[in-house]
């Protein structure tokens, strides 16, 4: 079967290129703005990233419930986007104000707090509900009983790749040029640019309904599994009451999960007709789902330490790049943030010699037509996070080394590429195999569900910096690990401590994936996990 992908797939991974180059253009330097203009402290401006982050990461948990049961998702993810492109105006005007009335001490504007916040709440339900709707857009084929040749296709893999791909491109674009903007002609043009292009991506989306399928239907029980979730909890309770309360058998679960893997076919309206009319069946069909998040849960958990990672560039990372040597030339100085471009371009140039170069060398080591499985890359994203941290380490002990009288290191800027790069190669390996295997692991009808529990990992590793940081802050006073002189600050040790927090979460990783299994009752090892080519 052929791999390409139709022109509405297409379409939308142009639109989450553009939200990802408004939402780089914005967080990436976030923390610069915070600092030198509203003259907040380093670990006060580190501390609102990071739970503005997680804030973000975790709302699509309650939004995708309700995009799930009750709305479509192309309505929701034309709702939201509304107030993401209002609270990108609101941040805007208080770039504005800035200009006219810079403030003199940390500023901890009401008004600021609550831009960010309905860009989250913005976020929060555009994000998920758009790649839902991006994979609705697949053949149907590929919802319709397969032979086991016809399974190997790939198109899912193929479009997890290439929308992986799109938000790369546009964060790259996002982090270079914005970053640029907003160092050299100013925040209010830096900010403006961003929301102007988020209003393109919803003119292109609303413009773009003729060419895009709509496979939700409202009326259909099966399309609302929180709807039976909330009914059978209700009639359970009541059980409980009355003294009795059944499980169901083996039997029934094996035919809801047979369900979910076939919904278009006649077996399948005759079940979905009978969950309706019988309330064992819906409770059996309620508990599958909900057995299949709890399942999720420890390989969940044991990726918390890769998200706090993750936040690093966007706050320590750049810290360290504004105290050291970043002019080329007599005229021209690097901005700080520009650096996490590097990630992305890591990521755009390693994903076509992860098909081509590494899943050969890996057949030969496993004798698997897939190389390796999902686990196994999320596995090997993790390790190389781990070494990125340790090479940060060391970095940051040699740039307290070289610091002259003026305070600023005489070491170059260009020696923190290489934690960049590795944290690129690990974006390859874990995030786009945590994309394929909460996409995997949940009923099909609940994709969006699955979509926010994998932003889900970030915005709880984005809380846990900023608890980690307060943590820190509290047992280090007076010599604070993040003290806002740079060249009394140690951020070194943190470094080492994440590099040994991560190393412990990712041996209870693999031991959360030996134990793992998957819905159908077969090892995660052995399942449909798809590479991506």
């Known amino acids: 079967m052929e791999k390409r992908l139709n022109k509405a797939c297409v379409l939308l991974m142009v639109i989450a290129g553009m939200e990802r180059f408004v939402f780089k253009g914005v967080a990436s330097n976030l923390v610069t703005y915070l600092t030198e203009v509203m003259k907040m402290s380093n670990s006060s401006a580190a501390k609102m990233v990071s739970a503005w982050c997680g804030l973000t990461y975790l709302l699509p948990l309650l939004v995708a419930p309700l995009a799930d049961s009750y709305w479509d998702r192309y309505s929701t993810v034309l709702s939201f986007s509304l107030f993401y492109v209002v609270g990108l105006m609101a941040l805007t005007s208080t770039a504005l104000e800035s200009t006219w009335h810079p403030p003199t001490k940390p500023d901890y504007s009401p008004f600021l707090f609550w831009s960010l916040c309905l860009i989250s709440v913005g976020l929060g339900g555009y994000n998920p509900s758009l790649q839902a709707f991006a994979t609705d857009q697949l053949d149907n084929e590929e919802e319709l009983p ?12 193929s479009f997890f790749q290439w929308w992986y791909f799109s938000i790369c491109s546009g964060s790259l674009l996002g982090i270079t040029f914005m970053s640029y903007v907003q160092d050299t002609f100013g925040w209010v043009l830096g900010f403006a640019i961003p929301t102007g292009a988020m209003i393109a991506a919803v003119a292109f ?87 299949v998040v709890l399942r999720l849960l420890p390989i969940w958990t044991m990726l ?75 596995g090997i994203g993790m390790f190389l996070s781990i070494i990125a941290m340790v090479i940060a380490a060391l970095v940051e002990t040699k740039r307290l080394e070289t610091i002259g009288r003026s305070g600023h290191a005489e070491l170059s800027i260009f020696w923190l590429l290489p934690q960049y790069i590795l944290l690129g190669g690990s974006d390859v390996f874990t995030v786009v195999g945590m994309q394929e295997f909460f996409y995997s692991e949940v009923p099909l009808r609940m994709r969006t569900m699955g979509f926010a529990l994998y932003t889900s990992v970030f915005g709880v590793g984005s809380f846990l ?60 090892s052995k399942r449909v996990f798809l590479r991506c080519p």
């Open 146 to 157: 397969r032979s086991k040749d016809e399974k190997k296709s790939g198109k899912n893999s």
């Open 205 to 291: 989306f609303s413009c773009g309904n003729k060419i895009c399928g709509y496979k939700q239907d409202a009326n259909n029980v099966h399309n609302k599994p929180f709807q039976i979730v909330l009914k059978s909890i209700r009639a359970i309770a009541s059980k409980f009451k009355n003294g009795a309360i059944s499980l169901p058998d083996e039997r029934s679960e094996l035919e809801e999960l047979e369900l979910q893997q076939k919904p278009l076919c006649p077996r399948s309206v005759g079940v979905v007709e009978n969950l309706e009319k019988n309330t064992k069946n819906s409770h059996s069909f309620a508990i599958s789902n909900v057995e």
């Open 304 to 378: 918390l330490m890769f998200a706090v990672i993750f936040q690093q560039p966007a706050t320590f990372f750049t810290k360290q790049g504004m105290v050291m040597k970043r002019n080329i030339g007599s005229h021209f100085n690097i901005p700080p943030a520009t650096l996490q471009s590097a990630i992305n371009l890591s990521i755009i140039l390693l994903m076509p010699l992860y098909d081509k170069m590494l899943i050969p060398i890996t057949r030969l080591f496993t004798r698997d037509e897939k190389g390796i499985n999902v686990m196994q890359r999320m």
């Open 465 to 524: 910096s900023a608890v980690m940081i307060s943590a820190i802050e509290f047992f280090t006073r007076g010599h604070s690990w993040f003290s806002d002189d740079m060249s009394k600050a140690h951020l070194d040790s943190y470094y080492w401590l994440l590099a040994l927090a991560s190393s412990l979460s990712m041996l209870l990783y693999i031991a959360s994936c030996k134990l793992y299994r998957s819905p159908n009752g077969v090892e995660g």
